[in-house]
């Protein structure tokens, strides 16, 4: 514990000693010698003073201040146990046990180990200074927008290209010292080190803190005044005084460098500040050679106290937003009594110095004057108590301490747990828990459907207590089934009708598209229908109470923007908003409105996505001309073009882009939408409308045209009709977009070698698929591929396998046959003992079943033989039960439903193509998708030249970089986490929100759950009937309002309750309470018969009069600004009529 060490060397240099304190020769000289000691011990008393002082307390108390920021990071980031140390009982003992065990070591050994501390100490250097320079280089990148592209990882970290080049000058920085030596370089890794070590090494109570600060104020003094009579020099002044060897030094000697005489042979090592004598002039004496010293440990030891006692502060500043503890506060800050205290100390720790010139040991003085006041003050403002334990448990203890909030606050609890999908572009799967009611949103697979993926779904699938999707595709919802199936989770799922149709037929497509190519076995179809059979659909909009465990939740699904039917879910508790929005996109579409920022104002909690934080787009009209352009281009060259798309997501808006250019150019190119749910999915697409874009429901209810009734695009849901297609150029848009599997596969390797052709990406492919690997740049001139199909079995094989199924289905007939008879005799309340000769013993089953059919038939003969009438049957005769049916006064009760006559055009939604009414394929439908006769799977491998155009165009209908930074300032969260997203995106995406957006951004790794608990206060309250019988309601809307002026208090159970205030109330200002859409005012004065026009940028209301909107609508964090609506103009009649308008818009509260 060298860094430790707190010593104070003597003012004088030993020469100077050795002259000033020489026996005088006679009494003249003698006093005239001690009033020159008496001033000049003054003169180097006040310089010394003024030049430690501030020196130290600016260390100390920056020390501190950091130590409170890096704690603040700490939290946001839940990390406490990873990168910091509250020292408990045990090690406080212990440092000055362990710091006196290293001081012997070095007095003894110093010359023996000294190159080996410049080593380590080297080593410290350079992760304290790059501790200490990173917030700033941070915060220098965020304000000029400097690129920062990460360039390595290294154990699980990331690095950027700007902490390279930090790295490397904390780096330069230590090797600059030992050459050199200088007092400046070796004061700046002082502080850093000590700024680092205040950081990292907390305290957690004052009862801790005087543990150790008692313990090494007894260390002091024994090593600095005692150790002299034991060991026979003083230790602490001889090891803190002594100078390391240079291992650089060492080096270069041995190797006989170039420029030894510019390397020092020793080194003063930063554990202790040095200052040059002649620093201040000729104040203090001595040469420039003559240093004085400032130990480590006089700034660290003090700096922890003050670090304590400032977040001490800081807590209660932030806790005092309290309903019932809204009174000030009582006095001044514990930091601004333990600063002082420190400075004093210091001051009088070199007093004594000087004037009894010996070394000093410093907490000897540091230790009362700093712990002293704190002590005193907090005992007479009484809380000493919560000091001395501390306001919170051990930091360590993450989950008691989540849980002493969670209780402290008594608000809503949130954590956030990802399951999958965070710093890569992984499925989406996120575990969210709001007061103990577990959220499953979103249960995303890729298109490997690799089953490692859902490992941590696993572990908490049995937890989960309802099932949100937000989007109809692979990446949202590909594992449903699969967890329902074997994952054991069997919770409620939530989504609007669009995902919920889709997504269906998006898995059937899945699955159809595998078990053509292979033996795929992970879910079947009717895995996938009861996956979905129990789906409760929602609206946009639609606020639906939760019930049971869930008492008190509204959630409630908004327009995203980014697939038909996609959803931002907004989960409501005690007022607090947790809003789930991911693949977002606020541009208006052909087919889809943008997201309405307008729902997410302030929310508590916002998870989204960095998936295109990194990414700009250009122009929707720019990139439709571009699309389209480019595919003319290549049918114009006798090529074709190959788009690999979706089942029923993005590829909707293609076919509308197409259907429009098609329709405009009156072209003749052949398009062809190619999956084994084509049909089927435009048929329901038709009856969604209302879920579209606000110019198609407007075109149908206009010319009662449907915008999905394509005339120019083939539906194909099998490849033959593509092969049997007129030869020429072709436009084919076929599932699946990665490559792996589905018709876009084959027709890749049947096109790919043609220059002509064309394959044209909309979106980026998964990681680890053939199409991310075409995407590359540049793209590989050739692949390797499978090609798969099934042959139907013959001769041996087919003979094998038609036997294993008799006999499946002959074992299958008689469980079946066994559970029926068991259940009959159930009903008839048969009273059978176990000797009866029918009774079946479940655990020789097994061996029934191989007696009865031992060669494959004759199975029933054994049970016939064996029957015996039950004892309690009457007579023999059919199982015969009544039918109790329902009476009234007026006869049988009948249900309605039972006569009504079934209209098939009673749903708009009804599937006529390819499914039954509920969107599942029937038996029939799927018999002619999938061969039924017995097949095998054979596999060849083939290397495709690839000599076809590649493309890629974004059309994934997400927002963009700059807007997705626009629209997080707008919604104004209070804590933000952030999922799905490369690790640079994600990083960038944080710094950006930690500046710009809020202070609590969080990007969690997989399974690590954070706690974003609003900071604040929730309280629930019981609004008296006195209070309420005095409070007077105003209309607003379908809302009443009213102004409330209460005091809280408790009732006798202990619940908090506004009453009347005692006093009379203050009077309150008028409120004009309402939006007003200057557009919409415009237009209500046009039709009041004012004259109108917008004119820059105000509202221009007749010849006179002049509206317009002053004032900011947000400010940086995001807050709510304010706005105001200012008339301009003359005292006129026009202007009155205007005001009078413009409050007719406002409700008057």
């Given at each position: 514990m060298q860094s430790l060490q707190s010593t104070r060397r003597c003012p004088f240099s030993p020469e100077e000693q050795a002259k000033v304190f020489r026996a005088p020769p006679s009494p003249r000289l003698h006093g005239f010698l001690c009033s020159s000691v008496r001033r000049r011990s003054i003169a180097t008393l006040v310089a010394n003073a003024v030049t430690d002082n501030v020196f130290a307390v600016g260390v100390t108390f920056g020390s501190a201040f950091r130590a409170l920021n890096y704690g603040k990071e700490m939290e946001r980031n839940r990390d406490l146990s990873e990168t910091s140390i509250t020292l408990d009982r045990s090690q406080a003992l212990m440092i000055p046990v362990m710091s006196s065990i290293s001081l012997l070591l070095m007095f003894y050994l110093f010359s023996s180990v000294s190159q080996l501390l410049t080593v380590f100490t080297a080593i410290a250097s350079v992760s304290s200074l790059f501790f200490c320079l990173s917030p700033y280089v941070a915060y220098l990148k965020s304000q000029f927008g400097f690129a920062d592209p990460y360039v390595s990882r290294c154990c699980s970290k990331s690095f950027t290209r700007i902490q390279g080049l930090l790295l490397f000058l904390c780096i330069g920085t230590v090797v600059a010292w030992l050459v050199t030596g200088h007092w400046v370089l070796n004061n700046l890794l002082g502080i850093s080190i000590c700024i680092a070590f205040v950081s990292h090494v907390r305290l957690p109570n004052i009862k801790i803190c005087a543990m150790l600060l008692v313990c090494l104020f007894v260390y002091d003094i024994f090593w600095v005044f005692f150790s002299e009579r034991f060991f026979g020099a003083n230790v602490m002044v001889s090891v803190a005084t002594q100078q390391a060897s240079n291992p650089v030094h060492t080096v270069a000697n041995s190797l006989s460098l170039p420029g030894l005489q510019m390397v020092t042979k020793k080194l003063e090592l930063p554990v202790k500040i040095v200052f040059p004598r002649n620093l201040l002039g000729g104040l203090i004496p001595g040469g420039a050679k003559d240093f004085m010293m400032l130990g480590l440990g006089d700034m660290a030891i003090p700096a922890m106290l003050l670090a304590l006692v400032l977040c001490f502060d800081h807590r209660r500043s932030r806790d005092s937003i309290n309903l019932l503890e809204m009174h000030s506060s009582k006095g001044h800050k514990y930091i601004w009594y333990a600063l002082p205290g420190y400075a004093i100390g210091l001051v009088t720790a070199l007093a004594a110095g000087v004037l009894t010139?010996?070394?000093?040991?410093?907490?000897?003085?540091?230790?009362?004057?700093t712990l002293g006041p704190i002590v005193f003050i907090s005992w007479i403002r009484k809380e000493l108590a919560e000091l001395w334990d501390?306001?919170?448990?051990?930091?360590?203890?993450?989950?008691?301490?989540?849980?002493?909030?969670?209780?402290?606050?008594?608000?809503?609890?949130?954590?956030?747990?990802?399951?999958?999908?965070?710093?890569?572009?992984?499925?989406?799967?996120?575990?969210?828990?709001?007061?103990?009611?577990?959220?499953?949103?979103?249960?995303?697979?890729?298109d490997h459907f690799d089953p490692s993926l859902l490992e941590p779904l696993s572990r908490v699938a049995s937890t989960v207590d309802a099932v949100l999707l937000s989007h109809p595709d692979t990446l949202h919802l590909g594992a449903l089934p699969f967890a329902m199936k074997q994952l054991g989770l069997s919770a409620v799922v939530y989504s609007t009708e669009p995902v919920y149709r889709l997504g269906l037929l998006t898995m059937y497509d899945q699955y159809l598209s595998r078990k053509q190519v292979s033996d795929f076995d992970l879910f079947t179809l009717d895995d996938i229908d009861s996956a979905f059979q129990n789906v409760t659909r929602l609206t946009y909009a639609q606020n639906h109470h939760l019930s049971g465990k869930g008492e008190g939740i509204v959630i409630s699904p908004h327009v995203s923007g980014h697939l038909l039917g996609g959803t931002v879910w907004k989960i409501t508790k005690d007022g607090e908003d947790v809003i789930y929005?991911?693949?977002?996109?606020?541009?208006?579409?052909?087919?889809?409105?943008?997201?309405?920022?307008?729902?997410?104002?302030?929310?508590?909690?916002?998870?989204?996505?960095?998936?295109?934080?990194?990414?700009?787009?250009?122009?929707?009209?720019?990139?439709?001309?571009?699309?389209?352009?480019?595919?003319?281009?290549?049918?114009?060259?006798?090529?074709?073009?190959?788009?690999?798309?979706?089942?029923?997501?993005?590829?909707?808006?293609l076919v509308q882009i197409l259907e429009s250019c098609w329709a405009d150019e009156n072209l003749n190119y052949p398009i062809f939408f190619l999956t084994y749910v084509a049909s089927s999915t435009i048929d329901y697409v038709k009856s969604f409308l209302e879920w579209m874009s606000d110019s198609i429901a407007k075109s149908f209810e206009k010319t009662r045209e449907n915008a999905f009734i394509l005339k120019r695009i083939t539906l194909l849901v099998n490849k033959s009709e593509l092969d049997n297609a007129s030869d020429g150029p072709k436009v084919v848009l076929a599932s699946m977009a990665s490559l792996e599997a589905g018709f876009s596969h084959d027709i890749f390797v049947e096109w790919a070698t043609d220059p002509k052709n064309l394959v044209l990406f909309t979106e980026r492919a998964q990681f680890g698929t053939l199409a991310r690997m075409l995407q590359a740049d540049p793209p590989p001139k050739a692949v390797k591929v499978t090609m798969s199909k099934r042959v139907p079995l013959v001769g041996e094989e087919l003979i094998a396998y038609e036997e294993e199924q008799n006999r499946i289905r002959k074992d299958e007939a008689l469980k079946a046959s066994l559970i029926k008879e068991e259940e009959s005799k159930s009903a008839q309340g048969a009273d059978v003992s176990t000797s009866d000769p029918m009774v079946v013993d479940a655990s020789n089953t097994h061996s029934l079943l191989d007696a009865a059919v031992p060669h494959g038939g004759g199975y029933r003969d054994m049970l016939i033989d064996g029957f015996t009438p039950p004892s309690t049957s009457a007579a023999p005769m059919f199982p015969f039960y009544e039918n109790n049916s329902d009476w009234d006064d007026f006869g049988e009760v009948i249900n309605p439903d039972d006569y009504v006559i079934k209209d098939a055009d009673m749903d708009q939604g009804a599937m006529h193509v390819g499914g039954d009414m509920d969107g599942k394929l029937d038996e029939g439908s799927a018999s002619l998708i999938l061969d039924t006769r017995p097949s095998k799977v054979v596999a060849t491998e083939l290397t495709v030249q690839v000599k076809c155009s590649l493309i890629y165009m974004d059309f994934e209908g997400r927002s963009d970089a700059r807007s997705i930074k626009s629209i997080l300032s707008h919604m104004a969260p209070l804590k933000l986490v952030l999922v799905h997203g490369t690790a640079e995106a994600t990083e960038h995406l944080k710094q950006h929100c930690l500046t710009h957006v809020c202070p609590h951004v969080y990007a969690p790794q997989i399974e690590e759950t954070i706690d974003v608990t609003s900071d604040l206060c929730a309280y629930k309250v019981q609004l008296s009937e006195k209070l309420m019988s005095n409070v007077l309601f105003k209309k607003l809307g379908d809302y009443e309002i009213a102004w409330v002026d209460s005091e809280a208090g408790k009732t006798e159970n202990g619940a908090l309750s506004l009453l009347p205030i005692s006093t009379p109330a203050p009077p309150h200002e008028s409120v004009l309470v309402g939006d007003l859409k200057m557009a919409n005012f415009k237009q209500f004065l046009s039709d009041n018969g004012v004259q109108v026009e917008f004119a820059s940028g105000a509202l221009r209301c007749g010849e006179y009069v002049t509206l317009r909107k002053v004032g900011d609508a947000s400010h940086k964090g995001g807050g709510s600004g304010t706005q105001q609506i200012v008339i301009e103009g003359p005292l006129c009649e026009d202007y009155y009529k205007i005001r009078e308008y413009l409050y007719s818009q406002f409700y008057l509260l």
């Open positions: 010139h010996s070394p000093q040991p410093a907490l000897l003085y540091l230790v009362p004057s501390g306001p919170l448990p051990n930091s360590n203890d993450k989950a008691h301490q989540i849980e002493r909030v969670t209780q402290k606050k008594m608000g809503t609890s949130v954590q956030v747990t990802p399951l999958c999908g965070v710093y890569n572009e992984n499925p989406l799967s996120y575990l969210v828990s709001i007061d103990g009611f577990n959220f499953l949103i979103d249960c995303g697979w890729n929005a991911v693949d977002f996109n606020h541009r208006k579409e052909k087919h889809l409105n943008g997201i309405n920022q307008a729902s997410f104002v302030r929310p508590a909690v916002l998870i989204t996505d960095a998936y295109n934080a990194l990414n700009n787009q250009a122009y929707r009209r720019q990139k439709d001309k571009e699309f389209t352009d480019t595919i003319k281009k290549t049918l114009r060259s006798d090529g074709n073009v190959l788009l690999p798309v979706d089942t029923a997501g993005r590829v909707l808006e």
